[in-house]
Every structure is written in structure tokens, then in C-alpha cells.
């Protein structure tokens, strides 16, 4: 579950520690509860896609396509979508791996990773890009 809010007059906390209810779904499996347990999740994520720190909105997405919801996931991967053209390096690499960890849920994204184009010292996103492009390639 996300965080609980901050004592009053404390503000809100801090992007590790929102980062971080996303990452509380990563510690163990989706839950297998039902469906209602996964539109918990859902809906406890949900909020923090349109957080302010890049980092809390991608791990946010992740999650959220690792839960494999249903149509829920396409804000999701709009906040994915939106990374990967980051001109921010460190947002890219993070919105890439978790395109890449959310097997066919990503695959909308698939075809705007195979047009980027990365250059000298980007070899981790470069091997990313490539194994997307080819599932593009074979789903044709």
C-alpha cells in the first residue's frame, strides 16, 4: 500500500519514500487475490503517475503494468511513452527497463523504441531498444 500521508504541517514526503509505494508491490508477486486485490493496487498507484519526480511516475507505471489490470494500464503506459522520449538519460534508461520488464503490456510502446535514436555511451539503453525492436519485429 502507499505510504501514509504526512503528519499535518509536515508537507508531503519525500520522491524516495513515493518512489517507494511503488516499489512495495515489487517485494513480492502481484497479488493473486482477485481481481479486487489487483484494483486495489491499482487504484493506491494510480495517483502517483502524475507525481512531480520522474522517477516516482515511472516506478508508478511499472508496477501498475506488472499488475496487469486491464484497460487501468493505459495511463500507465502514456507516463512510460512520455519517458522514453526524455531528453533526461537517467528517465529514459528507467521508462526503457520498465517498457521492457512489462512484456506484451508494452507493447504499444514498442514501436516508438524502435525509432529512437541514442547515441556513443548509451550501450545499457542501446541493448534495451534493440530487444524491443526485435519482439516488434517478430510480432509482425
Known amino acids: 500500500p502507499p505510504p501514509p500521508p504526512p503528519p499535518p504541517g509536515r508537507g508531503p514526503p519525500p520522491p524516495a519514500a513515493r518512489c517507494g509505494a511503488g516499489a512495495a508491490w515489487g517485494g513480492a508477486p502481484p497479488p493473486r487475490g482477485g481481481h479486487g486485490d489487483r484494483r486495489a493496487a491499482a487504484a493506491a498507484l494510480a495517483p502517483l503517475l502524475a507525481d512531480a519526480d520522474p522517477a516516482v511516475r515511472i516506478n508508478a507505471a511499472r508496477w501498475l503494468c506488472r499488475l496487469d489490470p486491464g484497460d487501468e494500464d493505459r495511463p500507465a503506459l502514456g507516463v512510460l511513452a512520455a519517458a ?57
Open 84 to 140: 522514453v522520449r526524455s531528453d533526461d538519460p537517467d528517465v529514459r534508461l528507467a521508462a526503457l527497463v520498465s517498457s521492457d520488464e512489462s512484456g506484451d503490456r508494452g507493447r504499444p510502446l514498442w514501436e516508438a523504441v524502435a525509432t529512437l535514436k541514442l547515441g556513443d555511451g548509451e550501450e545499457y539503453e542501446r541493448r534495451t531498444v534493440e530487444r524491443l525492436r526485435a519482439r516488434l519485429q517478430d510480432t509482425r
